[in-house]
């Protein structure tokens, strides 16, 4: 199993998301959807807190971007209702709503506590013994070799995302044990969350690093 999977318990019996919809957005892949489901848990479950901050703070672009992501990312995977009130939350808060986001923001917050909760339930499963030997024995990086896989990956993001996070599961076996592993993982986490922007500069920096071309 890669990653971030959970255990046996059928992705059909949660009822806070649409694991048919997030299934079909990552192109019928299985493990990863179950690894985005665990990077959700891990990442988002304070959005709500991070959207009242920047609020209180009068940063209400900040706030609307963090409603924007959340909206984003609950729609890959399929968390709908996380998706709807995200998304009018966002729509008020670019409106100049003040005040009155507050019934909106605890509904945002049960919403997504409902999801969360589910996804707690399921139990993680570690990486296998096998996999962590092989990306600690990993080789130094091989330009070539690397360069190949990141121009790939920049052509996959838009075009076939399953494909793509198969092709940072590569490259994690060829940079996990070198100076660029923290950057990697930068990487990994963008896949992860849908973030394709993120991605492309951590792709464009793995690539200057190792001097490496991208055409």
């Given at each position: 199993?890669?990653?971030?999977?959970?255990?046996d318990?059928?992705?059909?019996?949660?009822?806070?998301?649409?694991?048919?919809?997030?299934?079909?957005?990552?192109?019928?892949?299985?493990?990863?959807?179950?690894?985005?489901?665990?990077?959700f848990?891990?990442?988002?479950?304070?959005?709500?807190?991070?959207?009242?901050?920047a609020?209180?703070?009068?940063?209400?672009?900040?706030?609307?971007?963090?409603?924007?992501?959340?909206?984003?990312?609950?729609?890959?995977?399929?968390?709908?209702?996380?998706?709807d009130?995200?998304?009018?939350?966002?729509?008020?808060?670019?409106?100049?709503?003040?005040?009155?986001?507050?019934?909106?923001?605890?509904?945002?917050?049960?919403?997504?506590?409902?999801?969360l909760?589910?996804?707690?339930?399921?139990?993680?499963?570690?990486?296998?013994?096998?996999?962590?030997?092989?990306?600690?024995?990993?080789?130094?990086?091989?330009?070539?070799?690397?360069?190949?896989?990141?121009?790939?990956?920049?052509?996959?993001?838009?075009?076939?995302?399953?494909?793509?996070?198969?092709?940072?599961?590569?490259?994690?076996?060829?940079?996990?044990s070198?100076?660029?592993?923290p950057?990697?993982?930068?990487?990994?986490?963008?896949?992860d969350?849908?973030?394709?922007?993120?991605?492309r500069?951590?792709?464009?920096?793995?690539?200057?690093?190792?001097?490496?071309?991208?055409?």
């Amino acid at each position: 199993r890669k990653r971030g999977d959970f255990g046996d318990r059928s992705l059909l019996t949660l009822s806070s998301v649409d694991a048919k919809t997030g299934l079909m957005r990552v192109g019928g892949n299985e493990s990863l959807y179950r690894r985005l489901l665990a990077s959700f848990r891990g990442d988002y479950a304070d959005s709500v807190a991070k959207i009242e901050a920047a609020l209180a703070q009068g940063t209400a672009d900040d706030a609307r971007r963090l409603a924007h992501t959340l909206k984003g990312v609950a729609g890959n995977i399929g968390a709908k209702r996380v998706f709807d009130v995200a998304r009018e939350v966002e729509t008020k808060i670019a409106a100049g709503a003040g005040a009155e986001l507050g019934p909106l923001l605890s509904n945002l917050r049960n919403v997504l506590d409902e999801v969360l909760r589910e996804l707690s339930a399921l139990v993680p499963v570690t990486e296998e013994p096998e996999q962590r030997e092989t990306e600690a024995g990993a080789k130094p990086a091989d330009p070539e070799a690397v360069g190949a896989l990141l121009r790939e990956l920049v052509q996959l993001l838009d075009a076939d995302f399953s494909a793509a996070a198969d092709r940072v599961e590569q490259l994690g076996v060829a940079l996990c044990s070198t100076p660029l592993a923290p950057v990697f993982q930068n990487l990994r986490g963008c896949v992860d969350n849908f973030n394709t922007t993120g991605a492309r500069e951590r792709i464009m920096e793995i690539a200057n690093a190792l001097k490496v071309s991208m055409d």
